[in-house]
Structures are given as structure tokens and as C-alpha cells.
């Protein structure tokens, strides 16, 4: 498709926004309500590629999933747990590797079945070893290009047995993976991570009614008790808050601007963001919070702040802030000194390789921005000036750039914009009324 826009430098941005459902809860509700006894509601689901290949295969694994309609809440027969008919086609994840890892872990445990799971040329190069070992070490059978590492992958389900399983890094997808194969083991499956990632995966299979027990320092050990059925519920996905991010940083960097955003997720494990913003100085108020479904949910005011101080990302926050790394290159450009991204080396196997891209797209604006082998180095104070950028197919570099294009002096084209539909379908609707709001 190759959408090209073009944005003209300066003006300010004001209005309410309701950005799309949570990505990460919109998959996990399919998976879960399909494993599930009876109905599940889902309302606020994100109509987006990444969301509905999850719903694609899920149908193709036997699961009455009714045609998804953008903003419509819609209800989901689960067929219970290890029940997936062996699907007569290849399972394409399109895009989501949230998609191919999750299923991994559930396929792997539906006994006697042979399933084959592929996905588009950039989550074919992606790593799937670090789902497909701990899975082996459960009696898994996984097998893929690169020595299972790479897509299309085979699984050739078998009863897994439960064990203790430590993830070499914090990934949600990875410890998700585990936690769905461990609800059909032989006994107790514990996962520990080096530091804690997203919990949207526990926080779901709990409200279900699966025996999960969170244990250790800052809920590090995480074990699942199979046995439970898991009974269908009525789920609101609250907005993304990797989506509000590009308005929170929009409205903190932009001149004269005041963004309101509606029913944003508030997941402890998602705002590391907010936690950087503080660091900032950015100048943001949190209002109406509310729990639903077992995740925190509010609005966010943000404006304009006088002045931003540099910051610096590292360790354990990285899981809390992984998504928000391209945005938040972006705003480092503005800030009064030298910030650093490092332990970031996970970027490199996103969509694009997020580390090297940004740093290519962003010098084209005129920032002073160094890669570094697991972050970058970049020097505030830039003065921006138009440019022909690419999001090089990546979601969250086209909406960065779209950002940064607002701060640069001139009118910016940005190439293959439409890589924003995969998590964020109506960012340039949102950011066209936020402009001619003034």
C-alpha cells in the first residue's frame, strides 16, 4: 500500500482522545475467553491487524468467534480447555508475534494434534527459541527453521508436564506462553523472571478462576495449579496506554497544547512511561481511576511542560516501557541535556530493529542521536527541520515520526504511514481533530 503523508510543522494540539483497546488484554481476551466454559463479553476490543489475526486462528483451531465489527462489543463461545479440533490449514499470525508465541504455548499442550504456525516476512526472522525451549523442557515438541528458532514453526502437541521454568529475560509473551501450556499440566508450573513484565496474562487467567499464585520479590515467581476450568466473563479493554503515549509525549514537548485522555489502562506493569515523564518534569494529572476486570483504569491530562530534563532508561524498568521507547526517543530530542536508553537490546528484534531505525529516521530530522549496542545517546536541544522519513514498516516508528514531524521546522513526508494500523487504526483521524481543535 505505501501510504505517504505529509505534516506541516508547528501548531499545538487540544481535545479529548479515547485511544484504541489495550493490544495486549484484546489478544489475551480472545485466547482466553476461547479456552474457557460458556460466554465471554468482550467490549473495547482493539480492531487492529495484529488483534484480529488472533481471532483468525482461533477460528481455524474450531473456536465461534462471530465477525468482529470496529467499536461493537461481541460475545465469544469458549470451548474449554485442550478442546482445539487440528485445523485442516496453516495458522497465519500475520504480523503478531504475540499471536505465534501465546499459541505456541497452548498448541503445545493439545494432545495428539499437529498444527503449523507461520506469520509475514518480519515475524518469520523473529526468535521463537525463547518460547519453544522452556516449552521442550515441559515434554514440548516444537520444531522450526534455524533450529526452531525461526517461522513457520510446527508443534506437535503432547500432555506437558509441569516444572520450574527461569526466563533469561522479563518477556510477557514468553512467560504468557508458559502459563497457558502449564493449565493442561501434569502438576505445578512455575515461571521466574529476572524482573516482572506485563501481568495482563495473570491478571485474566485469575478472573477466570484459574489457581495462580504470584510469590516472590515484586511478584518474580509466578505458578499456575492445573485442574481449574476456566468460566467465560465479561471483559472492558481498556484504552493502550503504549498508545496514549504518543499523545502524553505530543502534549508534554508541543508548544501551547492540552490532550485529555479517556479511560487510559493503568497496569502497574505498563507505566514506566508516567514513572519517565516524572523524571521529565512533564506536567500530567491523573483522574476518575477505577478498577474493571482486575486492571486500573483512568484518564490522563496532560500540557505543555516549561522545560524537560533529561533521563535515563535502564534495568528493571525497561518491561514496564519496552513500547514506548520510539516515542520516547522522540521526546529526548527536547529535553535539556543528554539522555540515555541502555539494557534495550530487545528493541533489535521488534518488528524492525527499533534501536537502529530511530536513529536513522531521527538524524534525517537533525538530531543528535548515537546508537549504542543495546540503546541510544541523544542530546536535546535540537532544532528540528523537515524531512523525508520511513517508518520502515513499523507501527510505532510511523506514529513517532508523525510526532517529531509536528516539532520540525517545514512540511515532513512520512512513507509507509499506514504501518500505524496494526496497533493504532485511527492515529491520523485522532491526530487531525487534535490539530483542528485550535
Given at each position: 500500500m505505501n501510504q505517504t503523508r505529509t505534516i506541516k510543522g508547528g501548531g499545538n494540539l487540544k481535545g479529548i482522545v479515547k485511544v484504541p483497546g489495550d493490544k495486549s488484554i484484546s489478544h489475551r481476551s480472545l485466547i482466553i475467553g476461547s479456552i474457557a466454559k460458556g460466554e465471554t463479553l468482550i467490549e473495547g476490543f482493539l480492531f487492529s491487524e495484529d488483534p484480529l489475526s488472533t481471532a483468525d486462528c482461533l477460528r481455524k483451531l474450531g473456536v465461534n468467534i462471530p465477525d468482529i465489527i470496529r467499536d461493537k462489543p461481541f460475545t465469544i463461545q469458549g470451548i474449554g480447555l485442550d478442546n482445539f479440533s487440528e485445523p485442516s490449514q496453516i495458522?497465519?499470525?500475520?504480523?503478531?508475534?504475540?499471536?505465534?508465541?501465546?499459541?505456541?504455548?497452548?498448541?503445545?499442550?493439545?494432545?495428539?494434534?499437529?498444527?503449523?504456525?507461520?506469520?509475514?516476512?518480519?515475524?518469520?526472522?523473529?526468535?521463537?527459541?525463547?518460547?519453544?525451549?522452556?516449552?521442550?523442557?515441559?515434554?514440548?515438541?516444537?520444531?522450526?527453521?534455524?533450529?526452531?528458532?525461526?517461522?513457520?514453526?510446527?508443534?506437535?502437541?503432547?500432555?506437558?508436564?509441569?516444572?520450574?521454568?527461569?526466563?533469561?529475560?522479563?518477556?510477557?509473551?514468553v512467560k504468557s506462553a508458559i502459563l497457558l501450556a502449564g493449565l493442561t499440566a501434569n502438576g505445578p508450573t512455575s515461571v521466574i523472571e529476572p524482573a516482572s513484565s506485563r501481568d495482563h496474562t495473570e491478571r485474566m487467567l485469575k478472573a477466570f478462576g484459574a489457581d495462580i499464585q504470584i510469590r516472590g520479590e515484586l511478584g518474580r515467581n509466578i505458578v499456575i495449579n492445573p485442574g481449574r476450568d476456566l468460566i467465560g466473563q465479561k471483559i472492558l479493554i481498556p484504552g493502550d496506554i503504549s498508545s496514549a503515549s504518543f499523545w502524553m509525549i505530543a502534549a508534554s514537548i508541543i508548544p501551547n497544547s492540552y490532550i485529555t485522555l479517556k479511560n487510559v489502562g493503568l497496569n502497574p506493569t505498563r507505566t514506566g512511561i508516567l514513572e519517565i515523564m516524572d523524571e521529565m518534569g512533564c506536567d500530567y494529572e491523573i483522574k476518575d481511576q477505577k478498577v474493571i476486570a482486575g486492571e486500573p483504569i483512568g484518564n490522563i491530562d496532560v500540557r505543555t511542560a516549561n522545560s524537560l530534563k533529561p533521563f535515563i532508561i535502564e534495568g528493571a524498568i525497561l518491561p514496564k516501557l519496552i513500547d514506548e521507547i520510539p516515542i520516547l526517543s522522540v521526546a529526548a530530542c527536547f529535553c535539556d541535556g543528554t539522555s540515555q536508553i541502555k539494557d534495550a537490546s530487545e528493541l533489535r528484534v521488534k518488528e524492525t530493529d527499533r534501536l537502529k531505525v530511530m536513529a536513522r529516521q531521527l538524524k534525517k530530522f537533525g538530531a543528535r542521536v548515537e546508537e549504542e549496542d543495546d540503546g541510544l545517546t541523544i542530546t536535546g536541544g535540537s532544532n528540528f527541520i523537515a524531512a523525508e522519513v520511513d517508518s520502515e514498516t513499523d507501527h510505532r516508528v510511523a506514529m513517532s515520526l508523525a510526532i517529531a514531524s509536528l516539532l520540525a521546522k517545514g512540511t515532513s513526508k512520512i512513507y509507509r504511514s499506514e504501518a500505524s494500523n496494526v496497533s493504532y487504526p485511527s492515529f491520523w483521524n485522532d491526530l487531525e481533530d487534535l490539530l483542528n481543535s485550535n
Open positions: 495458522l497465519n499470525c500475520g504480523n503478531s508475534g504475540t499471536t505465534m508465541r501465546l499459541l505456541m504455548g497452548l498448541l503445545a499442550a493439545s494432545k495428539n494434534k499437529n498444527f503449523i504456525l507461520t506469520g509475514d516476512n518480519s515475524l518469520s526472522e523473529r526468535p521463537m527459541n525463547r518460547v519453544c525451549k522452556p516449552l521442550r523442557m515441559m515434554g514440548g515438541k516444537l520444531f522450526g527453521r534455524d533450529n526452531g528458532n525461526k517461522a513457520p514453526i510446527t508443534v506437535v502437541g503432547e500432555k506437558l508436564r509441569g516444572c520450574v521454568i527461569g526466563t533469561p529475560i522479563a518477556s510477557a509473551q
